[in-house]
């Protein structure tokens, strides 16, 4: 029961901050030091990144369904259409790979930090906060635009940075129009997610029976990936409204205080 309590936890926690600016690794180590849990082992890890793989799938289905349709449509526009937004999808991902790669090491560490994560953390507070003084605009994904979302989205690999937070606000200092700037902030990541779960999954291959020993069960892991795949389209359609409603920038004082917190409360 404790372990499907403990899995059912980061699940939630997985679902609701992969998606709502306020940094899903953050507040898995505001979990690990202040709640006392266990950081998920590699099989855990895999189904709940799956799950909010699958969530963005599911919410953004007709958008995903349009781009792919289109690729091999016998209409010429069309086709161009969507060939363009896959390469801006593909030009996005560029600066996180360019930064992932080559400081793995040293950006894996960081999450051993806490109070580096909470500091983190409230500089995703702060940027989140300066949107509101940022005008919204109506402007479509531009090449240029997709490259300033991908570097934001590169910063965001840093734990306790928010990836949508940092995707978004840099979409609102583009002046890309909110829906716009949302769809493609998830259907950009979703490479990157699936290349994350590929990723673990090789890890878990390779992995040896005393690495994986202890970790939950596989109806236990699968529950848990459900839990985040239903939490995270929820999560997706929060975010949406709050754009629509211009409070998105109300996520900025709460990351703050809780990266302060983690600074003052964790060692």
């Not at 919204?136 to 090449?143: L, Y």
């Not at 990836?163 to 606000?169: E, N, Q, V, W």
């Not at 109300?250 to 003052?264: D, K, R």
């Amino acid at each position: 029961m404790q372990e499907f309590l403990n899995v059912t936890i980061l699940a939630v926690l997985q679902g609701v901050a992969e998606f709502l600016p306020i940094s899903s690794s953050g507040h898995l180590v505001i979990g690990q030091h202040l709640l006392g849990m266990n950081p998920p082992g590699m099989r855990l890890e895999v189904f709940l990144h799956v799950g909010t793989l699958a969530s963005i799938f599911v919410f953004y289905r007709r958008p995903i369904a349009t781009i792919l349709l289109g690729l091999v449509a016998s209409d010429a526009e069309r086709r161009r259409a969507a060939w363009e937004y896959a390469a801006k999808i593909f030009l996005s991902a560029l600066p996180a790979v360019a930064v992932y790669f080559p400081f793995k090491k040293p950006i894996d560490d960081l999450f051993e930090n806490a109070r580096m994560v909470g500091a983190l953390l409230m500089f995703t507070g702060a940027v989140l906060a300066g949107t509101r003084f940022l005008p919204r605009g109506k402007r479509d994904v531009s090449s240029l635009r997709a490259l300033l979302m991908g570097c934001g989205q590169a910063v965001a690999i840093l734990p306790g940075v928010s990836r949508s937070g940092m995707t978004l606000a840099s979409a609102r200092a583009g002046r890309v129009a909110p829906e716009a700037a949302a769809e493609f902030s998830f259907l950009m990541s979703a490479p990157l997610i699936a290349g994350d779960a590929l990723l673990h999954i090789w890890k878990a291959i390779k992995a040896t029976p005393a690495e994986v020993a202890g970790e939950p069960s596989w109806g236990v892991v699968a529950c848990g990936a459900v839990i985040a795949a239903v939490v995270g389209y929820f999560s997706l359609d929060i975010l949406l409204r709050t754009l629509r409603g211009r409070w998105f920038w109300l996520f900025g004082p709460y990351c703050f205080t809780a990266g302060l917190l983690v600074i003052c409360f964790c060692k």
